[in-house]
């Protein structure tokens, strides 16, 4: 799946409208995830992934930035991820199942704080860049 | 916003007129209507919620029979059903309202599946 010229104008767009949210977004998301979604859990036997914790709180910011980021460089968000797509395939190994359902819940957190951002436009494009980010981060496990 | 979204699940909706865009999409009366229809099936799974399965026993036999629908549509349908609850409720559709919906719409895909053969 390709992001057209729309969809990166519109991610960039929600992404300027989060701002300094994103942090909280990430953190929530994360809480959500572990909450909706209890496997997730799994790859955090290390933490303390009761809600609000402060290491949920210090990963969500960790996986915020990286999403800034992927928006910040969306016409090669292989390059620009490309350090974490090689700690996923080689260290994480998280299954590729698991993107999908963190990134229903940063949906879920966009849409709750911006409910007139997330028009279905926009959402479709916030959608694609999801998975487009997924893709890159799963793209070397085999 | 199933069918902006995830514009391949226009395939199911040949006769319903004009998809053809976002904004065509969201003034078509067919597709309010059948929003309609769907979501006040979903209403009878929440007031059966002890026995879902009974409740979609004749729908998942139609959709797998006339309407030929991949189940994963069921699921898509589902997550956007979420995101439309966040949106609407905010604050108040707590993670915990959230997984027990996300149980929900995965129990009811279940179900509307579960007669496929």
């Known amino acids: 799946m390709v992001l057209s010229g729309n969809d990166k104008t519109n991610v960039k767009g929600v992404f300027s409208k989060i701002g300094g949210h994103a942090e909280e977004y990430g953190a929530e998301a994360l809480d959500r995830m572990f909450a909706t979604y209890p496997q997730t859990k799994t790859y955090f036997p290390h933490f303390d992934v009761s809600p609000g914790s402060a290491q949920v709180k210090a990963h969500g910011k960790k996986v915020a930035s990286a999403l800034v980021e992927a928006a910040n460089h ?11 797509s090689d700690l996923h395939a080689q260290k994480l190994r998280v299954d590729p199942v698991n ?7 940063f949906l879920v957190v966009v849409a709750i ?9 926009v959402h479709a494009s916030l959608d694609k860049f999801l998975c487009a980010v997924a893709s890159v981060l799963t793209a070397k496990y085999r | 916003r199933l069918l902006i979204v995830y514009p391949w699940t226009q395939r199911f909706f040949a006769n319903f007129g004009n998809l053809s ?6 003034g078509n009366p067919k597709v309010r209507a059948h929003g309609k ?8 799974a929440v007031k ?8 979609y026993s004749k729908l998942s036999e139609l959709h797998c029979e006339k309407l030929h629908v991949d189940p994963e549509n069921f699921r898509l349908l589902g997550d956007i059903l979420i995101i439309v609850l966040a949106s609407h409720f905010a604050r108040d559709f707590t993670p915990a309202c959230q997984f027990a919906w996300q149980k ?9 599946a579960r007669k496929y053969h």
């Open chain 1, 99 to 105: 993107f999908k359902l963190l990134g229903q819940c």
């Open chain 2, 48 to 55: 059966n919620l002890d026995n879902i399965k009974a409740t």
């Open chain 2, 104 to 112: 929900l719409v995965g129990v009811v895909a279940h179900a509307l």
């Open chain 2, 21 to 26: 865009s976002p904004t065509a999409i969201i």
């Open chain 1, 74 to 84: 969306i016409d090669d968000i292989a390059t620009a991820l490309s350090k974490l």
């Open chain 2, 37 to 44: 229809k769907v979501l006040t099936s979903f209403g009878e």
């Open chain 1, 113 to 121: 704080h911006n409910p007139s951002v997330l028009t279905p436009e």
